[in-house]
C-alpha cells in the first residue's frame, strides 16, 4: 500500500511565527495535496502540487505556502502563524487523472 | 466551486444492521465519487468508488450513484464494531489537474 509519512506528528507554535509542516511518499505519485481537518469543516484543500516544482492553490490558501522540491517531498509553510490555523493537517498523494487519494496519518498543529 | 452535503451527520447501529449513508453533490460534471473511511487520529482511507449510474459492490458495502439528481449513498451490509468510524464523501474533478472535494463526514457507531 501507498506510504505517506508526515512529520511532525505534533507542533505547538507561537502567534507569528514560521512552521513548515513536511510530508514524504515514496510510491512516485504525481500528484500531492495538503487538506487541513477541523470540526464543522471537514477536509478543506489548501494547495496541491501535479509535479516537482510544481504548486497549484486550492480552495483555501490564503496564509499558507506549499513548497515541492522533489517528486518525494511536499511541504506546507506557514510564514506568519495564527491561532485561526490551528487544525488537523493531512497530506496525500495520487496519480493523475483518476484513483485513489492515499493519506499520512496527520499533523495536529496549535497555534498559540 | 463543488459543495458535498452528508447526512446523517452521525448515525448509531446494532451489530449485524445494514446502514445507509447519503451524499449529494452539486457539479454535475463531476468524475468519480468516492466514499473514505477515517477512524480516530488516523488518515483518510479510500473504500470504493463510482463513475457510472447504478451500483457498484465489493464485498459488504454497496454504493448508488444518480447523476440527475446529484446523489450517491453508501450501504454496509451486516455492520460490525469495526465499521464505527466517520465516512467522507469525495467528488473529484480536474482530469490531470485533479483534486477531491469533500463532505463533512457522517459518524458511524456500531455497537456490540
Known amino acids: 500500500e501507498a506510504a505517506v509519512t508526515q512529520s511532525p506528528r505534533n507542533k505547538v507554535a507561537v502567534t507569528g511565527g514560521k512552521v513548515t509542516l513536511s510530508c514524504n511518499q515514496t510510491?512516485?505519485?504525481?500528484?500531492m495535496y495538503w487538506y487541513r481537518q477541523d470540526t464543522g469543516h471537514g477536509l478543506r484543500l489548501i494547495h496541491y502540487?501535479?509535479?516537482?516544482?510544481s504548486t497549484e492553490k486550492g480552495d483555501i490558501p490564503d496564509g499558507y505556502k506549499a513548497s515541492r522540491p522533489s517528486q518525494e517531498n511536499f511541504s506546507l509553510i506557514l510564514e506568519l502563524a495564527t491561532p485561526s490555523q490551528t487544525s488537523v493537517y493531512f497530506c496525500?498523494?495520487?496519480?493523475w487523472g483518476v484513483g485513489t487519494l492515499y493519506f499520512g496519518s496527520g499533523t495536529r498543529l496549535t497555534v498559540l | 466551486q463543488e459543495k458535498v452535503q452528508q447526512s446523517p451527520e452521525s448515525l448509531i447501529v446494532p451489530e449485524g444492521a445494514m446502514v445507509s449513508l447519503n451524499c449529494s453533490f452539486s457539479?454535475?460534471?463531476?468524475?468519480s465519487i468516492w466514499w473514505y473511511q477515517q477512524h480516530p487520529g488516523k488518515g483518510p482511507k479510500a473504500l470504493i468508488?463510482?463513475?457510472?449510474?447504478g451500483n457498484k459492490k465489493e464485498g459488504r458495502l454497496t454504493v448508488y450513484l444518480n447523476r440527475a439528481s446529484l446523489h450517491v449513498s453508501l450501504h454496509i451490509k451486516d455492520s460490525q464494531p469495526s465499521d464505527s468510524a466517520v465516512y467522507l464523501c469525495?467528488?473529484?474533478?480536474?482530469?490531470?489537474?485533479?483534486?477531491?472535494?469533500f463532505g463533512k463526514g457522517t459518524l458511524l457507531t456500531v455497537t456490540p
Open positions: 469525495a467528488v473529484s474533478s480536474g482530469g490531470s489537474n485533479y483534486k477531491l472535494t
Open positions: 510510491n512516485n505519485h504525481n500528484n
Open positions: 496525500a498523494s495520487g496519480d
Open positions: 457539479d454535475s460534471a463531476s468524475q
Open positions: 468508488s463510482i463513475f457510472s449510474n
Open positions: 502540487s501535479y509535479g516537482a516544482g
